[in-house]
């Protein structure tokens, strides 16, 4: 069983940066692609960010060039540095990871950007 829990939510102004942290049960993060979802207020889950286990990156049109994903496989954590935050980035943000056929999901971490 594999639980993922997130931290370092809360609210920022526009302009700011917060940084997310997805801590892993197990060292599932280095063997496994990692992703951070969003979902927002009457809107669908939607892929944020994701990186492999060889370090491939991707990102969200919406967030290329402000939010960068990483993993510290020592501490079986995946990172999300969030700059230049915009009110439509105010979501609950979640990490994920699917391994084989299972998915696994954190609780979610609730990021809200407003002056």
């Known amino acids: 069983q594999v639980q993922l829990v997130e931290s370092g939510g809360g609210l920022v102004q526009p302009g700011g940066s917060l940084r997310l942290s997805c801590a892993a049960s197990t060292s599932i993060v280095r063997f496994y692609a990692m992703d951070w979802y969003r979902q927002a207020p009457g809107k669908q889950r939607e892929l944020v960010t994701g990186i492999t286990s060889g370090n491939t990156t991707k990102y969200a049109d919406s967030v290329k060039g402000r939010f960068t994903i990483s993993r510290d496989n020592a501490k079986n954590t995946v990172n999300l540095q969030m700059n230049m935050l915009k009110s439509e980035d105010t979501a609950v943000y979640y990490c994920?990871?699917?391994?084989?056929?299972?998915?696994?999901w954190g609780q979610g971490t609730q990021v809200t950007v407003s002056s």
């Open positions: 994920h990871v699917r391994v084989g056929t299972v998915h696994y």
